[in-house]
């Protein structure tokens, strides 16, 4: 790979770096790597580009990538380290734009005619542009919990749901239907599995929300504020829970990380001596008592808006819950994997919390029905109607379909695009 990155300094062809990044790391990453590298080959110029995807970063940029560089392209919808680039001229667009306006990406790189990128310390990437606007900044740290989380959703969900579907299938007694999922010894062992995968969900939305915003002193912090939502320890009512669930945790993350803020603040006029100390010491310390107390408030009207939206959804039936799996389900697929299908998702996965133990979320199962439909769709088309599409296209549409029974909806990009 490193091989087949390499830049050939000899070239005198303009030369650009890019990053590329999007929230979940499967799909728009690699999509706006593609994008970029096939406008850079058709208008003569050479690029090199950064993959932070799901598996980790690839073919990182080096030092003398940066400095011979005409122009720093950041297509990302998560934060993305950005020190490297200080100094250099930089566009910093949603990933997205990689894959839809390469073009201007690429010729805006090569025209010395973008911003100069100065950096501010931390690791976000924040610029004068659409992508550094207040309500990007919240979906990008949002999105950096999410795309945590997510592992921890799929390995739990699927080990609690083989525990069930083992259980079904070994027979349970009427009257023990309340211990489905655990009533046999090797379902019990899955239930076990899963469940201790699942009960990190929580701690590490918060966490990775936290560290989005603050970096790694927010980790620690953000990480007992979301374990705090799902323990629901409340002023009060410390022998009495009130767990806050899915949404506390967001709120703690949320909270974790401007603490760590609002102390980074409070210090910054301590010797640079004391800097090792405030890390390890000042953050955590002050961080987590801050934190920890608002918390314990926070859980209260949090527990009841959680316990509310429970009751909603376990009460929906017939028409009403058709009507709300229906609107779930088109979110999921009207934009392919932008904002309003992750809106729908963290929706959905909000439910899965508080449903998992009882069998699973009919809202979740309708939101991953409606995520499946586009890339599945685009799948059939391409076998049933293979004149219609080119050879390159058919290959593609093959990947749609194991993508889409991964409830995967970005495969639909490059077909919609």
């Known amino acids: 790979e490193s091989q087949e990155e390499s830049v050939v300094v000899s070239s005198d062809q303009p030369f650009v770096v890019a990053v590329t990044a999007c929230p979940t790391g499967i799909a728009h990453t690699y999509m706006a790597e593609d994008a970029l ?8 110029v050479e690029i090199k580009v950064e993959t932070n995807g799901s598996e980790g970063i690839k073919h990182a940029l080096t030092k003398e990538d940066i ?3 005409s122009g720093v392209i950041i ?3 998560k934060n993305v380290e950005m020190a490297r680039f200080d100094g250099k001229p930089l566009i910093n667009r949603p990933v ?4 839809k306006k390469s073009t201007e990406l690429i010729e805006l790189a090569t025209s010395g005619k973008a911003n100069v990128y100065h950096h501010t310390g931390g690791n976000d990437t924040k610029e004068e542009s659409a992508s550094g606007s207040v309500g990007s900044q919240i979906y990008k740290h949002l999105m950096n919990g999410v795309s945590h989380m997510l592992p921890f959703v799929i390995g739990g969900g699927i080990a609690i749901a083989l525990a069930f579907l083992i259980d079904q299938m070994l027979g349970v007694p009427t009257d023990s239907l309340g211990s489905l999922g655990s009533y046999n010894q090797v379902a019990a062992y899955f239930n076990t599995i899963g469940g201790t995968a699942f009960s990190f969900m929580l701690p590490v939305l918060a966490g990775f929300i936290a560290s989005s915003i603050a970096d790694r002193p927010g980790l620690i912090v953000g990480f007992a504020a979301g374990a705090m939502a799902s323990s629901g320890v409340a002023f009060g009512q410390l022998d009495a829970p009130m767990p806050s669930g899915f949404l506390g945790a967001l709120v ?4 974790a990380g401007y603490v760590i803020v609002f102390l980074k603040k409070v210090f910054s006029n301590l010797p640079k001596s004391l800097d090792g100390i405030k890390a390890i010491l000042f953050y955590p310390v002050f961080g987590l008592l801050i934190t920890g107390f608002l918390m314990l408030l926070v859980n209260i009207p949090m527990s009841a808006i959680n316990t509310g939206l429970n009751n909603f959804l376990n009460n929906l039936s017939g028409g009403n819950a058709a009507i709300l799996g229906a609107l779930l389900g088109g979110m999921m697929a009207v934009d392919l994997g932008g904002p309003i299908n992750k809106a729908a998702y963290v929706f959905g996965t909000g439910t899965l919390a508080a449903s998992v133990a009882t069998g699973g979320s009919v809202v979740m199962a309708a939101v991953m029905a409606g995520g499946m439909v586009p890339p599945l769709a685009i799948a059939i088309a391409t076998i049933l109607f293979k004149k219609e599409f080119s050879k390159k296209d058919q290959e593609a549409g093959i990947t749609n379909l194991i993508m889409g ?3 995967i909806t970005e495969g ?6």
Do not use: H, M, Q, V
Request: neutral net charge.
């Open 37 to 44: 590298k096939n406008k850079a080959k058709e208008l003569g």
């Open 67 to 69: 400095e011979r560089a």
């Open 75 to 77: 297509a990302a919808d």
């Open 96 to 99: 997205s734009d990689g894959i």
């Open 252 to 255: 703690g993350g949320f909270l």
């Open 405 to 407: 029974f991964s409830f």
């Open 412 to 417: 639909a990009i490059p077909f919609a695009a």
